[in-house]
C-alpha cells in the first residue's frame, strides 16, 4: 500500500492523526496533514484505509496492493 | 398527498426525541430535491441524499453568503446565526478562508485534543461525582452535558467560566431560529460584540496563554495575522460553536445508548468501541437541528435538477447519515461500525473546524459514564424525552438518569 496526502486540500480535521497515528500526524503550526510512513506495514493498512474514507476533505490517496 | 406534490414546512416536525421524520426516506427515495417553506415564509430547496449532501457541502459555488439580499432568511425575524452579518467577516472562500482556518486550526489539532484529554476527563469525573452527591435521579443534560464543553472552550480561549450563563444567553439568541424576536436578538448581539471587544483588548494588554492571546501575537492583516475585528468574531463564533453543539450531543448520545440498554451493555463489555460509538451517535442523531444553508452564486445542477443563481439550499447532513446508498443498514445503530464516512461534520474545506474537540469531549464522557456509573440508565421511558424547539442545533430539554 502507498499512501499520498493533499496538503492543499487537507482542512486540519485530525481524524487521520486519530485513527492511524503511526502514519499521520499534523503541522504544529496550522495543523495541516504530516504523512509519517508512505508505506505503512499491513498491521497498519485497516486504520489507513478507515482513515482514508472518512477524510472530510478526501485529502488522502491509497494506491498498490493491501 | 406525497411528499413531491406539496411544499413541505421546514424544519419538518418531529414527534420522537431520537427517532428521524417518516419524511426523510420519501424524501430521498423520491425528492431528493423538494421546496420547502422556512419558519420566516421564504421557500428553499432541501437536499437529503447522501452524495448530494456531500457534494454541495465541498462545492465552493455554494456559498454561505446568507445576507444576499435574495437569500432565504432563515427566520422570521430575519436574525439567527446564519444571516448574521458577522459571519461575513471571516472570509467564506478561497485563499483567505483557509489562511484564517490554519491559524486557527493549530488549536485544534487530534495532538492538542489529546494532550487536553486528562485535564477534560477530571472535570467530567467531578462533574459526575457532584450529580452522584446530589442523589438520582439526575439531569445528564444539565449536570454533565453543558458544563464539560463550556469550561473546556472558555479554558482555551481564556474567558472566565464565571461568566458561562451569559454566554449561554447570548449562544441562544444566535442559535435559536424561532424563540427571540429581533430587537432582542439584536440586543443580545450587542452585548456579546461589547464584552469580546472588551476581552480581546484585555489579553492584548496582558496576554495569557490561551488562543485569542496568540492570535493577537501574531500580528495584525499586514503581519499575516487577523484583525481585531476578526479576532472579536473568531472567539464569538468559537465560543458559540464550542459551546451548545457538543453540549446537546452529549445528551443526545447517551440517550440514544440507554434507550436500548444492550447497547451500553455492549460497550461495558467492549469498551475499545467507545470510538465507534460516539461515531454511530453522530451519525444517527435524527434531532440534529437545522442542517447546513447554502447560498447558490450561479446555476448548477443537483441531481437532476437545475437550480439558478440565488437559490437557498438546505443541506439536512442527519438525513444523508440515514442514506442506505451510503451507509449498510443505515437505520441500525452498530457500533462497531468502521468507516464511517458520516456528515455530521459538515464535509470538505467548511467541515467543523471543532471536531477533533468535540469527538474527544464526546469520547470522554463516555469513558468516564461507563466507568463510574456502569448502572446508568434513563429514568423516564425513552417516549418521554422531549426535544428543545427551535434551535439550529438540536438537543433535548433534560435527559432524567439514575444509576
Keep these: 500500500m502507498k499512501v499520498t496526502v493533499d496538503e492543499a486540500r487537507c482542512c486540519g480535521a485530525g481524524q487521520c492523526v486519530l485513527i492511524a497515528p503511526e502514519v499521520f500526524d499534523q503541522r504544529e503550526e496550522d495543523g495541516v496533514v504530516v504523512l509519517l510512513d508512505p508505506e505503512p506495514g499491513a498491521d497498519l493498512h485497516a486504520a489507513v484505509r478507515e482513515a482514508a474514507a472518512v477524510c472530510p476533505a478526501a485529502a488522502i490517496g491509497l494506491s498498490g496492493q493491501g | ?403
Excluded at chain 2, 152 to 157: A, E, K, T, Y
Excluded at chain 2, 163 to 185: I, M, Q, V
Excluded at chain 2, 209 to 233: F, H, K, N, T, Y
Design chain 2, 1 to 403: 398527498m406525497t411528499v413531491n406534490e406539496q411544499i413541505l414546512d421546514y424544519p419538518i416536525p418531529s414527534d420522537s426525541a431520537l427517532e428521524p421524520p417518516p419524511e426523510w426516506a420519501e424524501l430521498r427515495g423520491a425528492c431528493p430535491v423538494a421546496s420547502v417553506r422556512l419558519p420566516s415564509g421564504d421557500r428553499a430547496t432541501l437536499l437529503t441524499r447522501y452524495a448530494d449532501v456531500k457534494q454541495v457541502l465541498a462545492d465552493p459555488r455554494f456559498t454561505r453568503l446568507l445576507n444576499a439580499p435574495d437569500a432565504a432568511r432563515l427566520s422570521a425575524e430575519g436574525g439567527g446565526v446564519f444571516n448574521s452579518e458577522m459571519a461575513q467577516i471571516v472570509p467564506d472562500g478561497g485563499e483567505g478562508h483557509q489562511h484564517w482556518r490554519r491559524l486557527v486550526g493549530r488549536w485544534f489539532t487530534a495532538k492538542r485534543m489529546s494532550a487536553l484529554r486528562p485535564a477534560m476527563t477530571e472535570i467530567a469525573e467531578r462533574l459526575v461525582d457532584d450529580m452522584v452527591e446530589r442523589g438520582a435521579p439526575g439531569d445528564l443534560r444539565a449536570d454533565l452535558g453543558f458544563p464539560l464543553p463550556v469550561y473546556v472552550i472558555c479554558d482555551m480561549l481564556g474567558v472566565p467560566a464565571a461568566d458561562r450563563d451569559r454566554f449561554a444567553y447570548w449562544s441562544d439568541t444566535l442559535l435559536n431560529l424561532t424563540r427571540y424576536g429581533k430587537a432582542e436578538t439584536d440586543a443580545a448581539q450587542a452585548e456579546f460584540v461589547d464584552y469580546m471587544s472588551g476581552h480581546v483588548a484585555a489579553k492584548r494588554a496582558a496576554p495569557g496563554e490561551d488562543l485569542l492571546s496568540e492570535l493577537i501575537a501574531v500580528g495584525g492583516p499586514e503581519g499575516g495575522g487577523l484583525s481585531d475585528v476578526q479576532i472579536m468574531v473568531t472567539g464569538m463564533g468559537l465560543l458559540v460553536a464550542g459551546h451548545e453543539t457538543t453540549a446537546n450531543m452529549i445528551g443526545k448520545m447517551v440517550s440514544m445508548l440507554l434507550a436500548d440498554r444492550s447497547r451500553w451493555e455492549r460497550l461495558l463489555a467492549e469498551p475499545s468501541l467507545v470510538r465507534t460509538a460516539v461515531e454511530e451517535s453522530l451519525r444517527l442523531d435524527a434531532n440534529a437541528g437545522f442542517g447546513l444553508p447554502r447560498y447558490l452564486s450561479e446555476e448548477i445542477e443537483v441531481s437532476g435538477t437545475v437550480l439558478p443563481r440565488g437559490t437557498t439550499v438546505i443541506c439536512s447532513m442527519a438525513a444523508a447519515n440515514r442514506d442506505e446508498s451510503a451507509f449498510a443498514a443505515a437505520a441500525e445503530m452498530d457500533l462497531g461500525r468502521s468507516p464511517n464516512p458520516h456528515l455530521a461534520f459538515g464535509s470538505g474545506a467548511h467541515s467543523c473546524l471543532g471536531q477533533a474537540l468535540a469527538r474527544t469531549e464526546l469520547q470522554v464522557v463516555l469513558e468516564v459514564l461507563l466507568r463510574r456509573l456502569p448502572s446508568l440508565e434513563l429514568a423516564v421511558p425513552v417516549e418521554e424525552l422531549e426535544r428543545v424547539e427551535g434551535l439550529a442545533v438540536g438537543g433535548l430539554r433534560a435527559v432524567p438518569v439514575r444509576w
